[in-house]
């Protein structure tokens, strides 16, 4: 057996500040990361060339492919199309939703990358956390970790398994089949899923404000100040509404509460947007306003309207991604001052809704059309991100919220879809390497417009390639230095020769947890699978299980944000390594004690 | 259901035929009890609130702007008292407090000259030239009066729906006359109607709460929304908001209330 040498110390000891750092988040953990990176090659328990070589691997190059590819999906509405049936199945719950999108994207991780499927429904799962309110926070977590259990659902999952088969040829092993994982692959993902379920609320962090429920692109409410004004509600009218009673005009549904219509749909379908002051409301008419909820409640009461809990109708033309309010401000100089927003037409020349002013701490919402304008008025607006886009370039007023405009491009989905294959198929079919493949499909989404080159940059996270890219070299290093080989002989050594399988089976899915957390899931599963074997043939059990424990608990990659699923979710969760101790620790032994009682049920 | 306002000139035996007129159609008949009223509530003597209405405003008036406290203070009883409908108002300046209502029917009765001297001779015991410089008199305060205050001639027939000369038609046809214009329509109170007549009562009593911060408070409400105009500072704008958050709980009517420095930009109903 290998001694102990200064290096593996070295190695351990820079392992272990990792960990620590990672604890004590003294600095973020991609700046961690960094750390390692430059650290190692000065320490030299690597070259130079190997500190940097992450950002040429395989895995971070089809990372930042696969975003992009996500993003151009995502852009063109394709991954809405997707996630859309499953959201009108799971309803507005929060574990129905967690549980429909994890289903399917363990479903789809199960045959391709982890990092692929998590990347692609990463713009979607946002789209559903804004549009439905939930914090980010209690979805990505949960889906990440699935997207993770997935890949150990068939053979072609994730890397390990794939490698497996040839793993077992020196030994003259039988090989598996793509299937044979399937009974533990699938009690895997069903617990995690049970797992989040039952006690998601107790061990996922909830943001501690407001802004972190949705994506960190809308860093102000401007509705805080106004009494939550800028909540769209529904409301239907029943049927009987017109029957005895004078007709009521939208104008006066705005003079008498307050508020502002905005849309309405009749039956059988019309769908009137910014409704005219002289429309007379009718039988069954679904309408959307803004004001203070006290007046809303009150029109609903006394005008016997129906008042919805969220939006239904107008869930997609009301939804945070094609509308908002923003608050503007009158500047010095501006053409609006000294004038009425009656009298300059803003409402009708750019098709936006004046809900309030904001003037020296009062807020005015009664004929604010009538009000003269002042420098410093605040004037909240709603309306689509593009009319206020149009609104924020005729450079009357300055914006104090930035404007979330986001431009889709649904025509393009053909060629979003077209190149998502073709980069499926070179690496099905003629099985070209990952990167090279993604990176084909990513081109092609920039080259036919899909999206800008830009846009491509911009959907890529830097938080994420360097943290994993930064990884790379520790890993590196613990195989390079023998450190790994060392701790595996040590621990395996100490077990002995006659152990009860069970116990032979569990030892090596914590050996392999750990090592997954350190050194990546192909270099664990290379580096143990033939110790793991050898040992499980000299104790006289099964080899071929303990090959498999390898191959299934290097995803068991939970505790720390080193897998790359869980540095992808990482920035945009909010998360911080606590969080990823707290619920990923729980769930790796949950993994480990499903893992090793399937394996004991279904091939012992 | 309908609200009728007879002005008259003085001596021309308008009170009888609005007393006939309420009694015909089973309406309230307001009129000079309703400065008893404004007297009560703003603990005014009730002669200051007469003379304000009676008379043109003075020099002095105009600068201490009481005559106008005082209008509000009538305005705003007399409104208190309309608001459900089915009244006969035949006090003074009923046309003029209830301006802005188009629903109110407002009638105007004349006589001949002659007759209101033979009435003010029997009446007051006065000669015929005594009799007659009365009546000059008190005909001149009254033109004075609203040219001054709201730049109209009393004597405008424009300002009224019906008028009526009562010398040959008598009181009786007045009354006649007047209840069958009345049942028209266009006199015939909606919903929407008497909302209106119940905001102009909130605006007015609420102004009446105002104006001694600022005297040149103009108040306007619809639904219940109130808006108030002070062309005063933000200090007196914060002490309006101040008096109206206190009043709230009093006027459960009110729903909404913003005050604005600077003036409204349509005219206002009080």
């Keep these: 057996m290998e001694q102990l040498t200064t290096e593996m110390i070295m190695v351990m000891a820079m392992i272990c500040v990792a960990i620590f750092l990672f604890i004590v988040e003294w600095i973020r953990v991609d700046v961690v990361a960094i750390l390692m990176m430059v650290a190692l090659p000065l320490l030299k328990l690597v070259t130079p060339n190997e500190a940097f070589v992450g950002f040429s691997s395989n895995a971070v190059i089809s990372i930042i492919a696969v975003i992009i590819i996500g993003a151009g999906l995502d852009k063109t509405g394709l991954i809405n199309r997707v996630v859309a049936p499953v959201l009108r199945i799971a309803g507005n719950s929060t574990s129905r939703i967690t549980i429909a999108i994890s289903i399917t994207v363990a479903g789809i991780s199960s045959f391709m990358q982890n990092i692929g499927a998590a990347a692609l429904f990463l713009p979607a799962i946002q789209r559903v956390s804004k549009r439905l309110k939930i914090p980010i926070s209690l979805l990505l977590m949960p889906i990440g970790f699935c997207a993770i259990l997935g890949g150990t659902v068939t053979l072609v999952g994730s890397s390990p398994l794939i490698l497996l088969n040839d793993l077992l040829v020196p030994f003259n092993l039988e090989p598996f089949n793509l299937f044979d994982v399937t009974p533990i692959g699938a009690a895997l993902v069903a617990s995690g899923i049970a797992y989040f379920v039952l006690f998601g609320r107790f061990i996922l962090p909830r943001p501690k404000t407001p802004e972190e429920t949705s994506d960190d692109a809308s860093p102000h409410n401007p509705t805080d100040t106004y009494d939550g004004m800028g909540e769209p509600r529904e409301l239907r009218t029943p049927e009987d509404f017109t029957h005895y009673r004078e007709p009521l005009t939208i104008g006066e549904l705005r003079r008498k509460y307050l508020v502002n219509v905005v849309a309405l749909s009749e039956p059988p379908s019309l769908t009137t947007v910014n409704p005219p002051p002289d429309k007379e409301l009718r039988d069954n008419t679904d309408l959307v306003l803004f004001g203070t909820e006290k007046n809303i409640q009150r029109l609903a009461e006394e005008e016997e309207l129906v008042l919805k809990e969220s939006l239904e109708v107008f869930r997609d033309t009301l939804s945070e991604e094609n509308s908002g309010t923003v608050e503007a401000v009158v500047a010095p100089r501006s053409a609006l001052l000294g004038k009425t927003l009656k009298e300059v037409k803003l409402a009708e020349r750019f098709q936006v809704t004046p809900l309030a002013i904001h003037r020296q701490g009062r807020t005015l919402v009664t004929d604010i059309s009538d009000v003269t304008l002042g420098v410093g008025d605040a004037i909240l607006f709603q309306g689509t991100w593009k009319r206020l886009q149009d609104l924020h370039d005729e450079k009357l007023l300055i914006f104090t919220t930035p404007i979330d405009v986001e431009e889709m491009k649904p025509e393009k989905a053909l060629f979003a879809g077209f190149w998502l294959a073709v980069a499926l198929t070179m690496v099905i079919v003629f099985k070209i390497q990952l990167s090279v493949c993604l990176m084909t499909g990513a081109l092609g989404m920039v080259i036919t417009r899909v999206l800008s080159i830009d846009e491509a940059y911009q959907s890529v996270d830097w938080r994420t390639i360097f943290l994993l890219a930064g990884l790379i070299p520790l890993g590196i290093a613990t195989e390079k230095t023998g450190t790994a080989a060392w701790i595996a002989h040590q621990v395996l050594g100490a077990l002995g020769g006659s152990v009860p399988q069970v116990v032979l089976l569990t030892v090596i899915g914590v050996l392999a947890t750990i090592f997954t957390l350190v050194i990546s899931n192909v270099g664990a599963t290379v580096l143990l699978v033939p110790l793991v074997v050898n040992m499980a043939l000299a104790a006289g059990h099964d080899p071929r299980m303990a090959a498999l424990v390898v191959g299934m608990a290097t995803s068991n990659s939970f505790i720390l944000p080193t897998h790359q699923v869980n540095a992808l979710y990482m920035g945009p969760g909010h998360y911080r390594s606590v969080d990823f101790m707290k619920a990923g620790g729980i769930l790796s032994i949950i993994f480990i004690a499903v893992m090793i009682g399937t394996i004991y049920v279904f091939y012992l | ?270």
């Design chain 2, 1 to 270: 259901m309908a609200v009728i306002t007879i002005s008259r000139g003085s001596y021309s035996k308008g009170k009888e035929v609005a007393e006939g007129v309420a009694a015909t159609l089973d309406y309230e008949c307001v009129s000079r009890d309703i400065l008893l009223e404004a007297s009560d509530r703003f603990n005014i003597p009730e002669i200051k609130l007469l003379q304000a209405i009676h008379d043109a405003p003075s020099i002095l008036d105009r600068v201490g702007h009481g005559q106008v406290a005082y209008i509000t203070y009538i305005q705003s009883a007399l409104l208190e008292r309309v608001k459900e409908g089915n009244v006969v108002y035949h006090g003074l300046a009923g046309h003029i407090l209830l301006k802005g209502i188009e629903k109110v029917m407002k009638v105007r009765i004349l006589a001949n000259p002659d007759l209101r001297i033979a009435v003010v001779m029997e009446r007051e015991q006065v000669g015929e030239k005594e009799a007659r410089r009365r009546i000059a008199k008190i005909d001149e305060e009254r033109t004075k009066w609203t040219r001054r205050l709201y730049g109209v001639d009393p004597w405008d027939p424009t300002l009224y729906d019906l008028v009526i000369c009562i010398d040959k038609i008598k009181v009786e046809g007045a009354t006649r006359l007047i209840c069958e214009a009345a049942s028209q329509e266009a006199f015939s109170l909606t919903d929407r109607d008497r909302q209106k007549l119940s905001d102009m009562a909130l605006s007015c009593k609420l102004k009446s709460e105002l104006l001694d911060i600022d005297h040149n408070v103009t108040v306007t409400a619809e639904y219940g929304n109130v808006l108030v105009f002070t062309k005063a500072d933000d200090r007196k704008a914060r002490k309006m908001e101040e008096k109206l958050g206190s009043l709230a709980g009093r006027f459960p009517e009110i729903h909404n209330v913003e005050v604005r420095i600077g003036t409204p930009k349509l005219s206002a109903d009080a």
